[in-house]
């Protein structure tokens, strides 16, 4: 998505026949926001949702047609100030903030039905991990959304130092938190981290501890 030239063009790369292919650009409502910092994306096999933050105006992308969709209007509450897209499982969730950044008045979840393009509310955060993913500074400007399979992973942009997560069931959803270690960690290279998620199954950790990936260190 976007070139330095064109920051609204679109390609896209065919996995089976190692082909680029141009496709019909990104609509110009986001021209001056198209960059990480100010959407946010989610992609299924079928699909691509580009959400703009604030605003939570979104469209999709078919990569079969090669064309855009939209706008859709993915702000649920008037009084969301962010909003964050992302599938778990074959769900696709959106995160909204309400309140403003110096005032948060809770976060919620919605589950979209992309046929239509309705929510339905299916969690609220607890106030305890809402005062937890706020952070020292008791502000949140912004949040980073990570989805895989039923579990939702939130955090503060600005203070990572808490990962809020949240399994998706039927009906409910449990919420918990857990310590974010590299923020601390002294061997970190860099001021900016990217976290990301997936599914690691049994097969993969057999791989991974197999006597050709182990290493061993000596402090």
Known sequence: ??????????????????????????????????????????????????????????????????????????????????????????????????????NVKTLRLWKIKPETMEFDQIGEIPCELLEKLKGETSELSSISLLTAKNFAYMYNNSDPEEIIMCEIGDGECKWGSVKNLVVNDERRIGERMVMSCGMVEIGHLHRAMGPANRKFLVK
Request: with cysteine; charged share 20%.
């Open 1 to 102: 998505l976007g070139f330095e030239d064109d920051p609204l063009s679109v390609e896209v790369y065919d996995m089976k026949t190692s082909h680029w292919s141009t496709c019909q650009s990104m609509p110009d409502i986001l021209k001056h926001s198209a960059a990480s910092t100010w959407l946010s994306v989610a992609a299924n096999r079928s699909k691509m949702y580009v959400t703009e933050k604030a605003s939570g105006i979104t469209y999709s992308f078919s990569p079969e047609n090669k064309t855009w969709s939209g706008p859709y209007d993915l702000r649920p509450d008037p009084t969301a100030f962010f909003t964050a897209v992302g599938f778990a499982g074959d769900d696709l969730i959106l995160a909204g903030v309400m309140g403003r950044a110096q």
